[in-house]
């Protein structure tokens, strides 16, 4: 008889067992690879003889001996006992929360590239297997291996754990950037014929419960930025039932069945960004999780408070400027002051970033499926159209180009 494995288990325990063979050996690049083969054997034996009374126990033992036995094979010459290596130590392990947040702060190091330190996230803390990984983000594997075996190699000889609060505080903003893109990345899908990647957000949000909990047991406070990423992520996902129809269609915000959306998650979230957002200064999470908020708590698309949600990405330019903050603001403007000020808010986005070196801004696809959007608010349904046709060109998401595609067929006819 099978036993069936509590789905967050393996998950909960990889950056755990991960620490502690990496702490034993003093080889985190090994130590990930040995945990691999672990959690493989678990996959494979578990089910059928039963999960050990020490799960943990059982997948370091497991893990220690792959280990030794690479380190045997590449060596040829270890030949001691490996009783010192498998039997746990006397005296109290550091706890599995902090092993867990110091996994993935390592995997987050401001020395890796956000797609690496994605994917090395995903393995040595998610417990993925390479092969799921490379699936997720439609790559092939090969691909896959090179890019986790590149961020194991920048990593090498860093030590685990953090080295007092400054330490802390320089790895946070790298964590807090590789969870978003990750969760990013689940919620809109860069390429595909699937708008959403419903595993990856499950995890994003899984992993910065994790770290939250973690650095709140590390440090003895909330951190807000922290909470309004996890924040952010619940109200979003919150979305993910109205957010594609029966078809697979995307179907956008303004025209959602809100009564599909999952209201505890929302209700989650809209709290926790109510409990954080006035401690201290807000950053640039907590902005997106109050504007978020904001639709949220509309009853329908009409009864969005959008005034506000424009002051809100006027505070977010501020805080954290960029290009994308004032292409998002110029939607709200659109809606607030009407498109004329928001189509003139764009062509001065696009004008300054011309000025400043950044021409190859305008061809982002969000470009012309913003400037679409105003001109079809404006009543110019003929550039609306064009320029949803060129957003559709731009695109590399399947559904999301089928929508650019039929919205513009849709002008189309209603010139007919």
């Known amino acids: ?5 509590p789905a967050d288990l393996l998950r909960d325990l990889t950056p755990q067992v991960v620490a502690v063979v990496t702490r034993r050996s003093g080889d985190f690049n090994a130590a990930e690879d040995a945990v691999q083969e672990a959690l493989i054997e678990a996959v494979r034996t578990w089910p059928e ?71 090395l996230t995903l393995r040595a803390v998610g417990g993925l297997t390479t092969r799921e990984i490379a699936h997720a983000y439609l790559v092939p594997e090969k691909t896959m291996a090179q890019r986790i075996s590149r961020a194991k190699a920048t990593i090498k000889g860093r030590s685990l754990g953090i080295d007092g609060t400054a330490d802390l505080a320089a790895r946070i903003p790298a964590m807090l950037k590789v969870l978003y893109l990750l969760f990013n990345e689940g919620y809109v899908a860069t390429e595909g014929d699937h708008l959403q990647r419903v595993d990856l957000c499950a995890e994003a949000i899984r992993l910065t419960r994790l770290a939250r909990t973690a650095l709140a047991r590390m440090t003895g406070s909330d951190h807000g930025e922290l909470g309004g990423l996890l924040a952010l992520m619940l109200m979003l996902d919150a979305r993910r039932p ?49 504007i978020a908020a904001l639709h949220n708590r509309a009853a329908s698309a009409e009864e969005t408070d959008w005034l506000q949600i424009t002051a809100l990405y006027g505070l977010l330019e501020k805080v954290a400027p960029g290009p994308i903050v004032t292409l998002n603001k ?30 190859g801004f305008a061809d982002h696809p969000r470009v012309p499926a913003v400037r679409a959007h105003l001109l079809e608010l404006a009543g110019d349904l003929d550039g609306a159209a064009a320029a949803y046709d060129l957003a559709s060109a731009r695109a590399t998401n399947l559904a999301e180009r089928r929508l650019l595609t039929s919205k513009a067929a849709a002008l189309r006819d209603a010139r007919c």
């Open 1 to 5: 008889m099978t036993e069936a494995l």
């Open 49 to 119: 003889r039963g999960i050990p009374e020490q799960p943990r126990g059982w997948l370091v033992t497991t893990a220690m001996r792959r280990l030794v036995d690479a380190k045997r094979s590449e060596s040829r010459r270890r030949d001691r006992e490996r009783a010192d290596h498998l039997a746990e130590p006397e005296g109290q392990e550091t706890s599995a929360i902090d092993d867990s947040l110091d996994v993935l702060l390592l995997c987050c190091h401001p020395s890796l590239t956000p797609a690496s330190a994605v994917a």
């Open 242 to 290: 109205a957010r594609v129809d029966a078809h697979g269609a995307v179907v956008p915000l303004a025209d959602q069945d809100r009564s599909l959306w999952r209201s505890e998650r929302s209700r989650e979230g809209i709290a926790l960004i109510d409990a954080v957002i006035g401690t201290g200064r807000p950053g640039t999470y907590q902005i997106q999780a109050a």
């Open 330 to 359: 110029a939607v709200a403007v659109g809606y607030a002051d009407g498109p004329g000020p928001a189509l003139a808010l764009l062509d001065g986005l696009l004008r300054d970033c011309a000025e400043n070196g950044d021409s």
